[in-house]
């Protein structure tokens, strides 16, 4: 088995649809280029390149995840159409926030 790949060969999935939805979170620009993807991603230490971006932001648009418009003859924007899960610990702080009476305090 070479590096990269699972026990049947194929590559392994290191960049999840949550880290790309991630970076459109993280971002000023609600619309992104798949380059502009590929660099947000090496803010959470993934790497993927930029047609890798493309092949995977065209399988989350299948999913309703992504929508997509041609900017010029030959650029594309993307732009999240949900927004990134939260991480297990807070998600677990706003249920327990949900619980007590700190929103009204706000």
Request: avoid cysteine; hydrophobic fraction near 35%; charged fraction near 35%.
């Amino acid at each position: 088995m070479s590096q990269g790949r699972d026990d049947a060969g194929r590559f392994e999935e290191t960049v999840t649809e949550q880290d790309i939805l991630k970076v459109f979170d993280y971002e000023d620009d609600p619309v992104l280029t798949a380059p502009e993807v590929a660099d947000g991603l090496q803010r959470f230490g993934k790497q993927l390149t930029p047609e890798g971006v493309r092949n995977r932001l065209e399988q989350m648009a299948e999913k309703g995840l992504v929508s997509r418009k041609k900017l010029g003859a030959r650029a594309v924007g993307w732009w999240a159409e949900v927004a990134p899960e939260l991480d297990t610990q807070t998600a677990n702080t706003v249920d327990t926030r949900k619980e007590s009476d700190e929103w009204e305090q706000l």
